[in-house]
């Protein structure tokens, strides 16, 4: 089964952010997940150049719009790296066989009759490169997003016929419960789709840079039908010589912030019809991570800065913290102290105590070697079904709910060392069967946890699981009991060492 992911590509008039470290994140841990699962798995990323945003700041620093998304491109590349993303492919917009494929699909849509000349008037932000409706205008005729005030714009351009697939999407959604999730944003889109689509212009004339418009050179195409279809166009010329889109179109999901919305479930499957193109399965909007009031914190100062994350605690803590403290989905406040409380409590503390213990005792009492045994019936109860609840959070885009799953064994191994005391049981000969049974659970629990948790936190899984001497990742294995013992153990370093402050300090 073939499984396509994509992230928003990512606006190049900015730094990236813990925003953009967020989604690109979520989609990593679906596509590792998925080829866990043995599926086909294209992930794309990348970032969107053109607009009046991107000319508007490149003028701001002198330079041209070109020189400033090569210049910002390569900081989101890096953050991809940094986070160790595993995209198949990295877009951007100023790609010259995406403008291509661009122009090739709005000029069918245009041939299908659903573009025509119009005049178009209304409350437009520069920065959301978008009108505003009356309604969406905040504190009388301000952006709700940017917060300044806009003004009437108006213009002759070419108007795309959304009005005219209202009842199509309205038997899209009927048809697709999932097409947005969570359910909460199906139905936003929902009742603004009920409450009357208006047509809306695909292209702008003022403005000069962008994809000019096929069949009239005056103007270009509006920046988000330019960006919209980048998760289509990439498919075509991602690998030399091979056309991926019959193996990968439609996508699987989408993943994208609650603010682009409208967008994504609404213009976007419209636009694909127009083209007479396959509709993606799934958008899955995520919230917005908050940056409340905090006091400093001293080696990551009063933000959640991704590179100063990743220099200081290593990627996976970061990946582990932004998909742990919000639920996937919901708004949620995020801080450097509740990164470092995490930090401390549940990675230090939980996980890596775990496997740190479970190395050593079986190194003291059992001379490294994981013994042969059968996995104790109270922890395979409590195991029973956990892969599949992971792979079915994960098919639903609920990956906060499915790491909550696996922490909750975590918790369970760490009860289950407390209670059992192998310690005790090492001094009574007697015991030893027991011993074995307590130890082996311990070891092949550590493991199944560790499989699942690969996709949040890949390199730290790989180093456990090497010092565990079982090294596959397929979640087949994903299950207690699948390996017997006989595994030699090696070394493990501290897998989250405590960072001092005082030698980091910005
Ligand atoms: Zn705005």
Same mark, same amino acid.
């Given at each position: 089964?073939?499984?396509?992911v994509?992230?928003?590509i990512?606006? &190049?008039?900015?730094?990236?952010?813990?925003?953009h470290?967020y989604?690109?994140?979520?989609a990593?841990?679906?596509?590792?997940?998925?080829?866990?699962?043995?599926?086909?798995?294209?992930?794309?990323?990348?970032?969107?150049e053109?607009?009046?945003?991107?000319?508007q700041?490149?003028?701001?620093?002198?330079?041209?719009?070109r020189?400033?998304?090569?210049?910002?491109?390569?900081?989101?590349?890096?953050?991809?790296v940094?986070l160790?993303?595993?995209?198949d492919?990295?877009?951007?917009?100023?790609?010259?066989?995406?403008?291509?494929?661009?122009?090739?699909?709005?000029?069918?849509?245009?041939?299908?009759?659903?573009?025509?000349?119009?005049?178009?008037?209304?409350?437009?932000c520069?920065?959301?490169?978008?009108?505003?409706t009356?309604?969406?205008?905040?504190?009388?005729?301000?952006?709700?997003?940017?917060?300044?005030? #806009?003004?009437?714009?108006?213009?002759?351009?070419?108007?795309?016929?959304?009005?005219?697939?209202?009842?199509?999407?309205?038997?899209l959604?009927?048809?697709h419960?999932?097409?947005?999730?969570?359910?909460?944003?199906?139905?936003?889109?929902?009742?603004?789709? %009920?409450?009357?689509?208006?047509?809306?212009?695909l292209?702008?004339?003022?403005?000069?840079?962008g994809?000019?418009?096929? !069949?009239?050179?005056?103007? &270009?195409?509006y920046v988000?039908?330019?960006?919209?279809l980048?998760?289509?166009?990439?498919?075509?010329?991602a690998?030399?010589?091979e056309?991926?889109t019959?193996?990968? !179109?439609?996508?699987?999901?989408?993943?994208? /912030? %609650?603010?682009?919305?409208?967008?994504?479930a609404?213009i976007?499957?419209?636009?694909?019809?127009a083209?007479?193109?396959?509709?993606p399965?799934? @958008?899955?909007?995520?919230?917005?991570? #908050?940056?409340g009031e905090?006091?400093m914190?001293k080696?990551?100062?009063?933000?959640?800065?991704?590179?100063r @994350?990743?220099?200081?605690?290593?990627?996976?803590?970061?990946r582990f913290? =932004?998909m *742990?403290?919000?639920?996937?989905?919901s708004?949620?406040?995020?801080?450097?102290?509740?990164?470092?409380?995490?930090?401390?409590?549940?990675? =230090?503390?939980?996980y890596?105590?775990?496997?740190s213990?479970?190395?050593?005792?079986?190194g003291r009492?059992?001379?490294?070697?994981?013994?042969?045994?059968?996995?104790?019936?109270?922890?395979?109860?409590?195991?029973?079904?956990?892969?599949?609840?992971?792979?079915?959070?994960?098919?639903?885009?609920?990956?906060?709910?499915?790491?909550?799953?696996? !922490?909750? *064994?975590?918790?369970?191994?760490?009860?289950?060392?407390?209670?059992?005391?192998? !310690?005790?049981?090492? %001094?009574?000969e007697?015991?030893?069967?027991?011993?074995?049974?307590?130890?082996?659970?311990?070891?092949? /629990?550590?493991?199944?946890?560790?499989?699942?948790?690969?996709?949040?936190?890949?390199?730290?899984?790989?180093r456990?699981?090497? =010092?565990?001497?079982r090294?596959?990742?397929?979640?087949?294995?994903?299950?207690?009991?699948?390996?017997?013992? /006989?595994?030699?153990?090696?070394?493990? /370093?501290?897998?989250?060492?405590? @960072?001092?402050?005082?030698?980091?300090?910005a």
């Amino acid at each position: 089964m073939s499984y396509y992911v994509t992230t928003p590509i990512y606006y &190049v008039n900015g730094e990236p952010h813990l925003g953009h470290a967020y989604t690109t994140i979520a989609a990593d841990v679906l596509a590792r997940h998925m080829r866990q699962r043995g599926e086909d798995v294209f992930f794309l990323t990348g970032t969107d150049e053109h607009g009046e945003p991107v000319a508007q700041a490149a003028e701001k620093l002198g330079i041209t719009p070109r020189e400033l998304g090569d210049a910002n491109a390569v900081r989101f590349k890096e953050l991809a790296v940094a986070l160790n993303a595993t995209n198949d492919f990295f877009i951007r917009t100023t790609d010259p066989e995406h403008m291509a494929k661009v122009a090739e699909v709005v000029q069918r849509i245009y041939d299908n009759g659903h573009v025509y000349a119009g005049h178009y008037e209304g409350w437009y932000c520069p920065r959301c490169a978008d009108f505003k409706t009356e309604s969406e205008l905040v504190d009388g005729n301000q952006c709700p997003i940017h917060r300044i005030v #806009l003004e009437i714009e108006t213009e002759d351009n070419w108007f795309f016929r959304l009005s005219a697939f209202q009842e199509r999407l309205e038997q899209l959604y009927a048809e697709h419960p999932d097409f947005v999730t969570p359910q909460n944003r199906y139905n936003e889109a929902l009742s603004f789709i %009920k409450s009357g689509l208006r047509d809306f212009s695909l292209s702008r004339q003022r403005l000069k840079w962008g994809v000019p418009v096929p !069949w009239d050179d005056s103007q &270009v195409i509006y920046v988000w039908i330019d960006a919209l279809l980048n998760y289509y166009t990439a498919l075509s010329y991602a690998r030399p010589g091979e056309d991926l889109t019959d193996r990968f !179109w439609p996508a699987t999901v989408h993943l994208i /912030g %609650k603010d682009i919305l409208k967008f994504h479930a609404v213009i976007w499957p419209a636009l694909l019809m127009a083209a007479d193109l396959p509709v993606p399965e799934r @958008v899955g909007i995520h919230g917005f991570l #908050l940056l409340g009031e905090h006091k400093m914190s001293k080696s990551l100062g009063n933000v959640i800065e991704p590179f100063r @994350v990743v220099e200081l605690y290593g990627e996976d803590a970061l990946r582990f913290y =932004a998909m *742990r403290e919000v639920s996937f989905g919901s708004d949620g406040e995020v801080s450097p102290e509740g990164f470092e409380t995490r930090y401390n409590t549940e990675l =230090a503390n939980e996980y890596g105590n775990l496997a740190s213990r479970t190395l050593a005792m079986i190194g003291r009492y059992r001379d490294g070697v994981v013994p042969d045994a059968k996995p104790a019936t109270e922890v395979a109860g409590e195991f029973e079904g956990l892969r599949q609840a992971v792979c079915e959070r994960l098919d639903a885009v609920e990956i906060t709910p499915a790491l909550d799953e696996i !922490w909750r *064994r975590i918790k369970l191994l760490n009860r289950y060392v407390t209670e059992e005391e192998p !310690w005790q049981l090492a %001094k009574d000969e007697a015991q030893a069967e027991r011993l074995d049974e307590v130890l082996y659970t311990l070891a092949e /629990g550590l493991r199944v946890v560790s499989v699942l948790l690969h996709p949040f936190m890949p390199r730290t899984v790989e180093r456990l699981l090497e =010092a565990l001497g079982r090294e596959d990742l397929s979640l087949d294995g994903a299950q207690l009991g699948a390996v017997g013992g /006989g595994a030699e153990l090696g070394e493990l /370093g501290q897998l989250f060492p405590r @960072v001092e402050a005082e030698a980091s300090a910005a």
